[in-house]
């Protein structure tokens, strides 16, 4: 059975940092290309960051270039976003995803509630 969890997601003050996690179970992870998307309410979910399974290449949305690091461990079958210099823009819930670098089928996590207020 396939699961996506995310796990990390919490309470932060603008400027700090945060890391969230996904650990992934009942797929060959090395097959999939793993992305984290938000979701503010009353927005679109929106794409943040990718990371290959083998070269590791990164790919990052506009608003989180700079800012936010994607990273994966093949062998724990995890990836992270590590978050830093929060905004306040920043709050959403977080969700990992996985897609299949051949057949392009998408699965998805429950997400994480990352909130950036003082």
């Known amino acids: 059975q396939v699961q996506l969890a995310e796990s990390g997601g919490g309470l932060v003050q603008p400027g700090g940092s945060l890391r969230v996690s996904c650990t992934a179970s009942?797929?060959?992870?090395?097959?999939?290309?793993m992305r984290w998307y938000r979701q503010a309410p009353g927005a679109e979910r929106e794409f943040v960051a990718s990371?290959?399974?083998?070269?590791?290449?990164?790919n990052y949305g506009d608003s989180v270039t700079g800012r936010f690091t994607i990273s994966r461990n093949n062998a724990e079958k995890m990836v992270y976003l590590q978050m830093n210099n929060l905004k306040l823009e920043d709050t959403a819930v977080y969700y990992c995803?996985?897609?299949?670098?051949?057949?392009?089928?998408?699965?998805w996590g429950q997400g994480t509630q990352v909130t950036v207020s003082s």
């Open positions: 990371i290959e399974p083998y070269t590791t290449a990164t």
């Open positions: 009942g797929f060959t992870f090395t097959n999939y290309v």
């Open positions: 995803n996985a897609r299949n670098r051949y057949t392009g089928r998408d699965y």
